[in-house]
Each structure stands twice: as C-alpha cells, then as structure tokens.
C-alpha cells in the first residue's frame, strides 16, 4: 500500500498527526502544570509570612538550629507536601526538616525571592529547589528581620504540585482527560477526512496513470478513453490530464505522419526505380543495337535510334534535374530574390517558348491579360518555372484541337494566375493527391509517357517559399483549372522583408520610387 502515491501520502498524513497530538499534549501539559503552579503558589504565597508572624520560629537573634529543625519537622506532619528551608541573606540553606530527605542544594538564588516579594510579581515564579539539584518549584517565602535588619528567609518550597509525571497528571486531572479525549477523537475524524480527500484525489491521477500504462502497452499506437478534462475551471491534476491528451494526440498524429511517410518513401522509391529503369532500359537497348548492328542498318536507322536515345538521355536529364531541384527544396537551400516585375509580360514570354511544341499537338494557348495591372514583387525565375510547369502539364493531357488558356485575375492586393485546359479532367478522388511527387492520374489522363510527376510538386514548394498556395479544380471530360496568386509590389515589401528574404539594392536612378519602398527595378 506504501508504494502507491495514495498510501505514502496516507503515511504522511498519519505522522503528521501523531507529531500534532505529540504536540498537543506536551503544550496541554504544560499548560496545566502552569496553571496549577499559579494557583497553588497564590492560594500558599501567604503561608511563610503567617508562619513568621505567628513565631513558629524561635523569636531570638541567636538562632537555635535544633530548635528550627523541630519546628520544621512539625510543619511536615502538619502538610507533607511543604518543604520548610531556613536561609541567610544570601541564600545559603542554614536548617530544613530532616523529614524531607537529604539535601542536594547548599544555597538557592536570591533573585526569584526578590520578585516574588515584590508587589506587582507574575506569579508563577519558579525557586530553586534544595532538595533537588536540577528542579524549580513553586514556592512561598518570607523575610526574617530582627531590629529591621533582614537576617534571612523562611522558604517554602510547595512539593508535589510540578513533579507529577504525565499519567499521574491524566489519571488525576479530568479537564486533562476530557482534552486528550476531545483531541484523539477529532484527530481520527481529521485522519479520516484527511484520507477521504487525498482518496478523492489520486483516483484521477489513478485513472491517469492506467490510462498512460495502457498507452504505453499499445506501444502508442493507441489511445484508450481518457478522462475528460475540465480545464475551465480545473486545478493542476486537470491541467495535467489535458496536456496528457495533448501530448497523446500529438504522438499518434506523429506517428500516423511517420507510417505515411514510410509508405511515400516506399512509393517513391518505387516510382524512382520505374522511371529511371524505363528510359534507362531504352537508352541501353537502342545504344547495343547501334554496337552490335551499326554496320548493318542504313543511315536513316541509325539515326532513328540515336533520336530515340538522345530523347531518352534528355529524359533521364529531367528526371533528375527535378529530383535534385527538389533535394534541395527539402533541405532549404533555395533561397529567393524578391523583385518588381511585370507579370504580364513574363507570361507573354513563356507561351512564346511553347508556341512550337502546340503547333506540333495542334493545341492553341490562349492569353487574358488586363492592361495596365500594376507591378507584382516575386522571384522572376521562380514564377516562371511555376508556370512553365503548369503548361508542360497541362500541354501533356491537353488532346490535339484542345485549348489552354492563360488567365490573369486582378483584386486588391494580388494577382490570381490560373491555367487552363480542357482535357479529359481529373476523377476527384485524385484531386487531392495531384501535387504529390510521382502521383499521375493515369486512368484518367491519356498521355502521360516521360512524365516523372514532379512538376505539380515543384510548383507547389516555389510557391510555399512565397507564403502563397495553388490550387486546383477539375471536372471530367471537360478540364482542369490549376490557380494561384502573386501579390502586388506595394503590399508585398514589407511581409517579404520582415520574413527575410533577399532584397536586391537600387541599381539606378530612374528606380528611385521604388526604392523608396526597398525594391530596385530590375532593368
């Protein structure tokens, strides 16, 4: 039971009252001895001075010890509980009763007798004790004077009232009893509440614990029920519940993100594999045939085959030319250079450089471009690679007679780029995987041949760097629609700026607006 946070605090608790009710006790019997030395030592503080007035000692200035020791003995059959003592004006012990025992003490101190002879003394007031050499008792004392000299004192010492031990105190004192009573029984009613609460308590960490014991046995694979949390108005034990089941949802997000990239990494590796062994394959095949059977084949073969291998070199050039631009990508070692540029005319530039591979597919590119849109603050290249692949993308499963068709969309602070087609769609549970790498729709694409499924995927990490988002919508059989935005110069610097990203100097004066705003035109 000890082991347990319940039972170690239980322990606690019941030291803790026993060291209380230790406590109680010495302070109630002090408390009592204090109380009954101040009422005996007021009720007896007359009794030495009755003693002289009424000559119990002999009335002489030659005092007769044996005579005194008489007297005293007296006084002892008298009340048994009075030790008589005869001292001199120093404090030196002159007679006592033999009936008292032995003597340990030849004198007492003065000082206590001079405050209790004093009018105003707080009783009580301790004296030394002759008859034993570490105790102070209660006393009554009296001055012995003769021809008004004070010659000594008649000392009482009123035995028996603080020597009791603390069961003879018990068995004799009831208002002792009752208290020691009164206090075992609310020192149980306390233990008991006490262990009521701490049980209370430690239940929900209790739970807690079983629930964090059955996670771990999951091997965190698994979250059992937990206790709900009351954070609004909990305490620590809730607070630490609901950061448990915080921690616990994280874990298991982390690991179902970890089995998914084990399964893209597999997929990948796949993918590689296939697209790299392909062209691979082809390039191999067609280059022995040209060693094995050069001199056999005529000119226009030879040149067929090299064709074909040179286009699957270029092929393979591709592949990893976008694998290695997106290594990069991953281990953020792309940086881009924000500049002023006119959107406009990088998109005329870029369907120019298609303007021969659509004539080839017979599919016409069309452009809506406003006049007059105003500057936009990106990375030139990088845009430009982003719509690039956009329109080798859409080019791909665009069939011949089709149209893409190039949009620009003004608002407040951006511009809104979208690239369309109108191919045979995407399904739209493929929808949300069109930016994964290596993903191709190809049971609902036609061509998909030298395609890597990299380009969607690089767009989309251009774009992140830019704090923007692509996005994309399709319908079956009549196009896709892929779009994203580019924002204006003015309300772009700063949001660049304060994310640091390059901003190149100003290069020459006829800038000077735009430098300003910490941008240069880039002639």
Same mark, same amino acid.
């Given at each position: 039971?000890?082991?347990?946070?319940?039972?170690?605090?239980?322990?606690?608790?019941?030291?803790?009252?026993?060291?209380?009710?230790?406590?109680?006790?010495?302070?109630?019997?002090?408390?009592?001895?204090?109380?009954?030395?101040?009422?005996?030592?007021?009720?007896?503080?007359?009794?030495?001075?009755?003693?002289?007035?009424?000559?119990? %000692?002999?009335?002489?200035?030659?005092?007769?010890?044996?005579?005194?020791?008489?007297?005293?003995?007296?006084?002892?059959?008298?009340?048994?509980?009075?030790?008589?003592?005869?001292?001199?004006?120093?404090?030196?012990?002159?007679?006592?009763? !033999?009936?008292?025992?032995?003597?340990?003490?030849?004198?007492?101190? %003065?000082?206590?007798?001079?405050?209790?002879?004093?009018?105003?003394?707080?009783?009580?007031?301790?004296?030394?004790?002759?008859?034993?050499?570490?105790?102070?008792?209660?006393?009554?004392?009296?001055?012995?004077?003769?021809?008004?000299?004070?010659?000594?004192?008649?000392?009482?010492?009123?035995?028996?009232?603080?020597?009791?031990?603390?069961?003879?105190?018990?068995?004799?004192?009831?208002?002792?009893?009752?208290?020691?009573?009164?206090?075992?029984?609310?020192?149980?009613?306390?233990?008991?509440?006490?262990?009521?609460?701490?049980?209370?308590?430690?239940?929900?960490?209790?739970?807690?614990?079983?629930?964090?014991?059955?996670?771990?046995?999951?091997?965190?694979?698994?979250?059992?029920?937990?206790?709900?949390?009351?954070?609004?108005?909990?305490?620590?034990?809730?607070?630490?519940?609901?950061?448990?089941?915080?921690?616990?949802?994280?874990?298991?997000?982390?690991?179902?993100?970890?089995?998914?990239?084990?399964?893209?990494? !597999?997929?990948?590796?796949?993918?590689?594999?296939?697209?790299?062994?392909?062209?691979?394959?082809?390039?191999?095949?067609?280059?022995? &045939?040209?060693?094995?059977?050069?001199?056999?084949?005529?000119?226009?073969?030879?040149?067929?085959?090299?064709?074909?291998?040179?286009?699957?070199?270029?092929? %393979?050039?591709?592949?990893?030319?976008?694998?290695?631009?997106?290594?990069?990508?991953?281990?953020?070692?792309?940086?881009?250079?924000?500049?002023?540029?006119?959107?406009?005319?990088?998109?005329?530039?870029?369907?120019?450089?298609?303007?021969?591979?659509?004539?080839?597919?017979?599919?016409?590119?069309?452009?809506?471009?406003?006049?007059?849109?105003?500057?936009?603050?990106?990375?030139?290249?990088?845009?430009?690679?982003?719509?690039?692949?956009?329109?080798?993308?859409?080019?791909?499963?665009? *069939?011949?007679?089709? &149209?893409?068709?190039?949009?620009?969309?003004?608002?407040?602070?951006?511009?809104?780029?979208?690239?369309?087609?109108?191919?045979?769609?995407?399904?739209?549970?493929?929808?949300?995987?069109?930016?994964?790498?290596?993903?191709?729709?190809?049971?609902?694409?036609?061509?998909?041949?030298?395609?890597?499924?990299?380009?969607?995927?690089?767009?989309? !990490?251009?774009?992140?760097?830019?704090?923007?988002?692509?996005?994309?919508?399709?319908?079956?059989?009549?196009?896709?629609?892929?779009?994203?935005?580019?924002?204006? %110069?003015?309300?772009?610097?700063? !949001?660049?700026?304060?994310?640091?990203?390059?901003? *190149?100097?100003?290069?020459?004066?006829?800038?000077? *607006?735009?430098?300003?705003?910490?941008?240069?035109?880039?002639?």
């Amino acid at each position: 039971m000890f082991n347990t946070l319940y039972g170690k605090l239980i322990a606690v608790l019941i030291c803790l009252g026993v060291a209380m009710a230790v406590m109680f006790l010495m302070i109630i019997n002090y408390s009592d001895n204090m109380r009954r030395q101040k009422t005996n030592q007021v009720v007896y503080r007359t009794l030495a001075a009755q003693f002289v007035d009424e000559h119990v %000692l002999p009335d002489n200035a030659r005092i007769d010890y044996g005579a005194v020791e008489s007297a005293f003995d007296r006084l002892r059959i008298i009340n048994p509980r009075i030790d008589p003592y005869l001292l001199d004006e120093q404090g030196r012990v002159l007679a006592y009763s !033999r009936k008292s025992g032995t003597r340990k003490r030849d004198s007492v101190g %003065l000082e206590p007798i001079r405050l209790f002879l004093t009018e105003d003394a707080q009783l009580p007031i301790l004296g030394d004790d002759p008859g034993d050499a570490s105790a102070q008792r209660v006393f009554s004392v009296a001055p012995i004077s003769h021809d008004g000299r004070i010659n000594g004192y008649l000392y009482l010492i009123l035995r028996g009232l603080s020597g009791d031990n603390i069961a003879a105190q018990i068995r004799n004192n009831f208002f002792l009893r009752q208290s020691i009573w009164i206090m075992g029984g609310g020192l149980v009613l306390a233990l008991l509440a006490g262990a009521l609460i701490i049980k209370l308590f430690t239940n929900r960490l209790r739970r807690l614990s079983l629930v964090v014991d059955r996670f771990l046995q999951t091997g965190f694979a698994e979250l059992p029920p937990h206790p709900p949390s009351r954070l609004a108005h909990g305490d620590d034990i809730d607070h630490l519940t609901e950061t448990f089941s915080q921690m616990a949802d994280r874990i298991l997000a982390q690991m179902r993100e970890l089995r998914n990239e084990d399964a893209l990494r !597999r997929e990948l590796i796949a993918n590689i594999s296939h697209d790299l062994r392909t062209p691979l394959a082809a390039l191999q095949g067609y280059l022995e &045939t040209l060693q094995v059977k050069g001199s056999t084949l005529s000119a226009e073969e030879k040149s067929s085959y090299l064709g074909i291998a040179l286009k699957q070199s270029e092929q %393979l050039g591709r592949l990893t030319g976008a694998l290695f631009e997106l290594a990069k990508f991953d281990a953020g070692q792309v940086k881009i250079t924000i500049e002023p540029f006119v959107l406009e005319d990088l998109v005329q530039d870029v369907t120019q450089q298609f303007e021969l591979a659509t004539a080839n597919k017979q599919v016409s590119i069309e452009t809506v471009l406003p006049a007059e849109l105003p500057l936009v603050a990106a990375d030139i290249g990088m845009i430009e690679r982003v719509l690039k692949n956009l329109l080798e993308n859409a080019l791909r499963y665009t *069939p011949r007679g089709g &149209t893409i068709r190039i949009t620009l969309l003004p608002s407040d602070k951006q511009i809104t780029v979208q690239v369309s087609d109108t191919g045979s769609g995407i399904d739209e549970h493929d929808l949300p995987r069109v930016f994964d790498r290596f993903y191709r729709g190809e049971k609902s694409r036609e061509d998909y041949s030298g395609n890597a499924g990299l380009g969607l995927a690089i767009a989309k !990490r251009v774009l992140e760097l830019h704090g923007s988002s692509i996005a994309v919508s399709s319908t079956p059989g009549i196009g896709t629609t892929f779009s994203f935005a580019v924002p204006f %110069l003015d309300s772009r610097i700063q !949001r660049i700026a304060a994310a640091g990203a390059y901003l *190149p100097p100003v290069a020459a004066t006829d800038a000077q *607006p735009l430098a300003t705003a910490g941008l240069a035109v880039k002639s």
